[in-house]
Nanobody, 121 residues
Framework: QVQLVESGGGLVQAGGSLRLSCAAS????????MGWFRQAPGKEREFVAT????????YYADSVKGRFTISRDNGKNLLYLQMNSLKPEDTAVYYC??????????????WGQGTQVTVSS
């Protein structure tokens, strides 16, 4: 079992920045690829970014490429999502997940409870 807890969400103006964190506990954090997903009101959950177990490989959704950066600190069991140049359409609940390197919900076995990000125009 892996327990995941997100933090760092909040309200920010368009063009601003936020850094989300995901703290992991339980089984070996470094053994898992990690991902960020988001779900806006009335929409399905969508992939945002993923990072390999070593941190050496990352992949982003086109909608966030160049603005968001995923990273991890295996020594501290932490996953991050640096979000810059935020847009109102980035408003969503953001979830971190642990599992296999992939873009689909089904690639991940463990999920956090989510943190709300709201971007005002």
């Amino acid at each position: 079992q892996v327990q995941l807890v997100e933090s760092g969400g909040g309200l920010v103006q368009a063009g601003g920045s936020l850094r989300l964190s995901c703290a992991a506990s339980g089984r070996t954090f470094s053994g898992y690829a990690m991902g960020w997903f988001r779900q806006a009101p009335g929409k399905e959950r969508e992939f945002v970014a993923t990072i390999s177990w070593s941190g050496g490989t990352t992949y982003y959704a086109d909608s966030v490429k160049g603005r968001f950066t995923i990273s991890r600190d295996n020594g501290k069991n932490l996953l991050y999502l640096q979000m810059n140049s935020l847009k109102p359409e980035d408003t969503a609940v953001y979830y971190c997940a642990a599992g296999s390197f992939g873009l689909r919900d089904g690639d991940y076995n463990y999920w956090g409870q989510g943190t709300q990000v709201t971007v005002s125009s």
